[in-house]
């Protein structure tokens, strides 16, 4: 491991490598570490949507476009095949009551220059036959995809690696330290790093290393759990997710059954380019408990059938877990820090890392290398919490 290096890239998540990536693309020598293997924390427990669909009207979805485009360029780039496929998503809209609420909110996406319709029941019939016949219709994005984070994250570490940047695995950050300047140096297990740039991209763990510098992070672990279902038993070509997920997700309160309300189970079909498909969702804060829960496991099956009764003798193979990097404001941070300089946050992308992965690696490449940002960073600032 060499000693000193211009830039030090912490947590090779999908948002680590993908940092890496883009600086090693202008030449950058940094080294990008993990305490695991590339991909060991969130990005390997999670589902591979990378969707515009889900994202507020406005600056979110715009990023998470611009994400998109970026991604759509990168893979061709990569030397490793990511698994990606442009199917398109649809949100799934339970009744005519809630598909008024539906309608505005694909007008509003318009408005922002996001590319979404709306498709009425008997459209939503052609589409998924074996749709729950009571659906009253739903909306369509097509420029959703889908991807395999871990391979996703090891093709961006690859490619990094082959333009010069060093990898180290199993290599635990303790602390960053600072002189009068600024960064100068990363501690780790292995030895201490010299260093003028540190980058914290270590997803839940990141207040854990922002600590050191004396910063505080407002991220906080949000459980998930994902079913793998058996293979070529696809009830459906596309992604799908119910209309109340955007609640469930902002933790707004829906008409479910209470045990679904308070674990946070929403509806999200994922096909897979092996022909498994994945279930979820829930969201739960409980800490680091890693555990599956059947009795969630339960509702988030019962709550799939409700959309796709022909699932209901399909074999669930596998269930894990992970944790969401949560914000109060739902947003990623992806900043520099005023107390600390030469100290860089990406972290706290919640249930949206895999999909703003790409624009997250060019905003920090950016920043690093002080250039124009690609998009306005203003709302990402670690500064916004300041007041609260
Ligand atoms: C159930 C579930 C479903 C999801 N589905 C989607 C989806 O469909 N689409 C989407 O866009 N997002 C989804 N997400 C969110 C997405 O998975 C995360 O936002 C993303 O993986 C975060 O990536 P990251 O690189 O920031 O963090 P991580 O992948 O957790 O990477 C952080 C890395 O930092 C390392 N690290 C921690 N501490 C240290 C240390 N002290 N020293 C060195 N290394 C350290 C860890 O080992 C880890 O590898 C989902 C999440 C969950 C839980």
């Known amino acids: ?13 999908v948002v680590g490598t993908s940092i890496a990536y883009h600086l090693s693309k202008h030449g950058v020598d940094a080294v990008l570490l993990d305490r695991g293997d590339i991909a060991g924390g969130t990005s390997s427990a999670c589902d591979g949507h990378v969707l515009t669909i889900d994202k507020n009207p406005g600056y979110d979805s715009r990023l998470a476009q611009k994400s998109q485009a970026i991604l759509h360029d990168l893979i061709q780039q990569l030397p490793l095949d990511a698994g990606y496929r442009n199917w398109g998503s649809v949100l799934a809209v339970e009744s005519e009551e809630d598909m008024e609420a539906a309608e505005r909110f694909a007008e509003s996406k318009r408005e922002h220059g996001t590319a979404i319709r709306l498709m009425d029941r008997a459209e939503m019939r052609a589409d998924a036959p074996n749709l729950a016949e009571d659906i009253a219709g739903g909306i369509l994005c097509g420029s959703d995809s889908v991807i395999n984070p871990m391979a996703l994250a090891f093709g961006l570490a690859e ?45 839940v763990w990141s207040p854990r290393i922002a600590a050191t510098v004396g910063i505080q992070l407002p991220i906080r672990p949000r459980k998930g759990h994902v079913l793998v279902a058996e293979q070529d038993r696809l009830p459906y070509w596309r992604n799908m997710l119910e209309f109340g997920y955007l609640m469930a997700k902002r933790g707004v ?14 509806f999200v079909f994922e096909r897979t380019v092996a022909g498994n498909f994945l279930l979820g969702s829930s969201r739960e804060f409980v800490g680091f408990e890693p555990g599956v829960n059947p009795e969630v496991v339960r509702l988030m099956a019962r709550r799939a059938e409700r959309f796709f009764p022909c699932i209901a003798d399909v074999h669930i193979i596998r269930v894990y877990t992970g944790f969401r990097p949560y914000t109060p404001d739902h947003r990623p941070i992806i900043s520099p820090v ?4 030469g100290f860089f946050v990406a972290a706290g992308h919640e249930g949206n890392g895999i999909g703003l992965a790409a624009i997250t690696g060019r905003l920090i490449s ?9 998009v306005d960073p203003s709302p990402l600032l670690l500064e916004r919490f300041a007041a609260n």
């Open 1 to 13: 491991m060499r000693r000193a290096h211009d830039v030090v890239i912490i947590g090779a998540g």
């Open 159 to 203: 490619g990094a690696r082959q333009n010069g940047v060093e990898l180290q695995p199993f290599t635990e950050v303790s602390a960053i330290d600072l002189d009068e300047k600024g960064v100068c140096a990363v501690r780790t297990d292995r030895g201490t790093i010299f260093t003028r740039a540190a980058v914290c991209a270590a997803g």
């Open 253 to 266: 309160p829906r008409e479910v059954e209470p045990d679904m309300e308070q674990c946070g189970v929403a």
């Open 338 to 341: 005023d107390e600390a300089p």
């Open 366 to 374: 950016d920043m690093v290398l002080g250039k124009e940002p690609i």
